[in-house]
């Protein structure tokens, strides 16, 4: 008889963790202690579920890279004794940090899923229940051959299971809070839980699991607007120890030609400063020196994002600049899919 597999779920913070008092209407922390008598549907699903509460709850503005390390050192520490994680996280930064956890975990062969809710666990509306419950089946699926199905950081939200690096929030109201308009759902949950087998990532087998936990904040994000001025452009890229920028440019990565603009720019790359464009739009990709507007970037050495996401690209950014990856291999590797984050 196969064993029952053993999921740890992970509660840092975030709205999924509260519960309303009804005599006073505040909202108050959930016990995860007492999860299956709170839920017990799960004693439905076919697995042993133990849990790690945070002793102070993390609201996900305060989820900075610290807290990324926390997440990350209990993973490792709980790594060899369970079969799946969910990790549950305010859905307001969650993209960020399941697409950072996903570069700090190397050869991962186990599943671990992000979910979170719109509504508290309490509410009588609310979509934390299922999300929590689909996300442990999810964690403790197995196929036939009884290996995980998911091998790979994975974020679960209304009905859907997406790549954790290629998503981002859309919106602060409906429960299908999340996109991921370049790749498609590796899961999705109906009347059947169905994965999308062709779309998951695999790492190698044999390969030992590596978790690491060296990252380097000292980056930006350049959003571009029509009228953006000089003043503000050099102030951010005149940083003191800035190390790269994320630069969110037009369609399919366009900019202003301007001869200050690429001045700036020109200067911070001699100055070493790492700058990857990527694309405003939600869906789509950078494709450098398509249009005039992007050719004199792409001479200068700009590095293209491709279809990433701004959150992906800043994950990998501090992933890469805390790995101390030389100006030789930073292009290469930023422009190169390691845990399928772009195309």
């Known amino acids: 008889m196969t064993k029952k597999p053993k999921i740890l779920l992970i509660y840092t913070g975030g709205t999924i963790g509260m519960v309303k008092d009804y005599t006073t209407d505040a909202l108050k922390a959930f016990d995860f202690n007492h999860l299956h008598a709170q839920i017990p549907e799960l004693n439905l699903l076919s697995c042993h579920i133990e849990t790690i509460s945070f002793k102070e709850p993390i609201d996900s503005s305060n989820m900075n890279i610290e807290n990324y390390l926390k997440v990350v050192n209990c993973l490792a520490a709980n790594y060899e004794e369970h079969d799946g994680f969910v990790i549950l996280t305010g859905s307001d930064t969650m993209a960020y940090t399941a697409s950072a956890l996903s ?5 991962l062969q186990k599943p671990v899923i992000f979910t979170g809710s719109q509504l508290p666990i309490g509410d009588l509306r609310t979509d934390a229940k299922e999300n929590l419950i689909t996300a442990i089946q999810i964690a403790s699926a197995r196929t036939k051959t009884n290996e995980p199905e998911v091998t790979e950081v994975g974020l679960y939200f209304e009905y859907k299971l997406y790549r954790a690096n290629r998503t981002s929030k859309i919106n ?19 009347v059947h839980l169905k994965f999308n087998t062709p779309f998951l990532w695999r790492s190698t087998k044999g390969l030992p699991v590596k978790f690491h936990k060296a990252l380097d904040n000292r980056i930006a994000i350049l959003k571009l607007f029509p009228g ?6 050099s102030a951010i890229l ?28 020109e200067e911070a790359l001699r100055k070493g400063v790492k700058i990857v464009d990527v ?33 992906s690209a800043v994950a990998k950014m501090m992933f890469l600049l805390g790995q101390k990856t030389n100006n030789n291999d930073f292009r290469g590797l930023f422009e190169t899919s390691l845990r399928g984050e772009l195309q």
């Open 103 to 107: 570069f700090m975990i190397e050869n």
């Open 172 to 190: 602060a109201e409906q429960f299908e809070a999340f996109s991921s308009l370049n790749y498609p759902a590796i899961a999705e949950s109906g």
């Open 279 to 311: 694309t405003q739009c939600i869906g789509g990709s950078v494709i450098l020196g398509q249009y005039e507007t992007s050719v004199a970037m792409q001479k200068m050495g700009v590095i293209s994002g491709k279809d990433i996401t701004t959150e």
């Open 228 to 233: 953006i001025t000089k003043q503000v452009v």
């Open 238 to 265: 005149r940083i003191e120890d800035l190390q790269g920028v994320v630069l969110e440019t037009y369609g399919s990565g366009n900019a202003p030609t301007e001869p200050w603009f690429l001045t700036l720019l």
